[in-house]
């Protein structure tokens, strides 16, 4: 009851429907223009507490989603200024709504913004220069993280639905991810004020040049400042969702392995920004409950014990409580490899024991009832309703797909990690792009996507045999007794841009020499 008239307290404030006398029930709320690098003006809503002393006060600042202003943390801003003293700036990113400057992809001013704003609140509202922490959702996120590597200040970050490898999220596998692209460039036109590296990009990818985006990726990418967060000994928290369309949990896992310092990771069902949607608004969230604890031992200095606690928090993405691990590589205690066999009727299986010397040739650039969804919309049902993406398998085209099927288990068993794919195929186009799904399939055929991954086939000698090692994205998902896996890999996927050749074909073989498989890792 609480929170909640905290929440609505702050709106109010927000949009000044309440005069000073109701301002000094725990925090005050005025919005205020801000100097970030180079003078550009950066709108941001202050919320500083009351009646804690004088100060300086513990500080955060909170960059905003990219499409999205000021306004999206102002109830979770209410709650830390109420709750815990801190003063939190809630801000306008540039290049959108009222801040100024252009939109410049997480560049070099948009990055220094952060600490402009961290200089500001120290020297107008308060702030403490040895207490400062920062953390967003999406870009706000990715901010987060390349601020901390820049600026030794920042004690703590919280990087929600985050990218940690901006190539390697819209880019995996040199597929374009069309979809997230899509979106992202309507948000920055609509909203924003676009700056030269993002026209430049939207003119490449329009142009069927999206390989020539990716240069920018790597300076606007904290899979490249490592060495500076471990080095300023930053405490970072990260949390993702297992089916976010726009940044996938692979290059978040991978990140979090590299860190050396104070470090979190929560991973739970829901696409991109909706396991912590609410929080930011000020209502109750576990991933947000987590930042407040996160930021009060690391910023704050109170011995709540959450650094005592295992670092990895993972909650199935097809229901079930949080199972918590000492390490990423502890989730996946076990593996099974599984050999693909030939086919029998147009489906080969999953065996325990090598099959060689057998081969399927299917015809590409058609599409098939197995594909990967549509972004924020079938994550989102995943996360708030348990309902998966779905495929009848018997309906799976086996001229246009290769399907292979597992045995049932006797037991139920736990997919805890990356799957991985180890296939020889010859392609008879020089270009191609494959889709692989892992599907948990049920007695009448009805298969849930666990997981799914692209990858793209460039400028190979046609009809020359090769051998592909591709992992599928991290998951936590419960497979019931009497449920199978199925690996399905076609040619084509809405979500993608797809460079099959239309009536070209691909070849699936298992040379005696290196069989082909399929590694499952099991919690």
């Known amino acids: 009851m609480r929170r909640s008239l905290v929440l609505l307290l702050t709106t109010l404030l927000a949009i000044g429907l309440l005069t000073p006398v109701a301002q000094a029930a725990g925090f005050t709320t005025t919005y205020r223009t801000i100097p970030g690098a180079g003078g550009t003006p950066i709108r941001a809503f202050v919320i500083e507490p009351t009646g804690r002393g004088s100060g300086p006060f513990p500080l955060l600042v909170l960059p905003s989603s990219w499409g999205v202003n000021n306004i999206e943390y102002v109830g979770a801003a209410a709650k830390f200024a109420y709750e815990s003293g801190y003063v939190v700036v809630s801000y306008t990113s540039r290049g959108f709504y009222d801040s100024g400057g252009e939109i410049d992809v997480a560049g070099p001013d ?6 402009r704003v961290i200089d500001w609140t120290i020297a107008n509202a308060k702030g403490d220069a040895a207490k400062v922490g920062v953390a967003g959702i999406s870009y706000g996120a990715g901010q987060a993280l ?13 990087s929600l639905s985050t990218w940690t490898d901006l190539a390697r999220s819209l880019y995996p596998n040199q597929t374009v991810n069309s979809q997230a692209v899509e979106v992202l460039l309507a948000a920055g036109n609509l909203v924003g004020r676009p700056g030269p590296v993002l026209r430049q990009a939207e003119d490449a990818y329009r142009n069927g040049r999206f390989s020539e985006v990716v240069p920018i990726s790597e300076s606007r990418s904290a899979a490249n400042k490592v060495a500076a967060l471990n080095a300023n000994r930053t405490a970072v928290m990260i949390g993702n969702a297992w089916n976010d369309g726009i ?9 979090f392995a590299k860190l050396t310092g104070p470090k979190r990771l929560m991973l739970s069902p829901g696409d991109h920004a909706t396991a912590e949607l609410f929080g930011a608004a000020g209502l109750p969230n576990e991933i947000w409950d987590s930042v407040g604890r996160w930021f009060d031992k690391h910023v704050r200095g109170v011995d709540n014990g959450i650094d005592r606690e295992d670092p990895v928090n993972l909650k199935p993405n097809n229901g079930g409580g949080w199972r918590t691990f000492p390490s990423w590589a502890a989730a996946s205690a076990a593996q099974d490899t599984l050999y693909l066999t030939g ?3 147009g489906t080969g299986s999953l065996s325990a024991a090598a099959a060689t010397g057998w081969s399927n040739r299917i015809v590409a650039g058609w599409p098939t009832v197995a594909d990967s969804g549509t972004i924020l919309l079938s994550g989102a049902l995943q996360g708030f309703l348990n309902i998966p993406t779905g495929v009848s398998t018997p309906l799976v085209d086996r001229n246009v797909a290769g399907v292979w099927s597992g045995p049932e288990y006797a037991r139920a068993t736990t997919v805890s990690g990356a799957p991985k794919l180890h296939v020889t195929v010859t392609p008879s186009a020089p270009t191609t792009t494959l889709f692989g799904y892992l599907y948990d399939v049920g007695s009448f055929g009805l298969g849930a996507l666990v997981t799914h991954k692209p990858i793209a086939l460039r400028d190979v000698t046609p009809g020359v045999a090769r051998t592909l090692d591709f992992e599928l994205e991290p998951v936590l998902w419960n497979v019931a007794a009497g449920h199978k896996l199925v690996l399905v890999v076609d040619t084509v996927d809405p979500r993608y841009g797809t460079e099959s ?23």
Do not use: M, N
């Open 110 to 115: 948009t990055v220094a913004d952060v600490s």
């Open 146 to 158: 390349l601020a901390a590597a820049a600026d030794p200040r920042i004690k703590a970050v919280a």
């Open 247 to 255: 940044f996938a949990p692979g290059q978040v896992t991978d990140l």
């Open 343 to 345: 086919p029998s009727w």
């Open 501 to 523: 050749t239309l009536g070209s074909t691909v070849t699936f073989s298992s040379p005696a020499a290196d069989p082909s498989w399929l590694r499952v890792p099991r919690g």
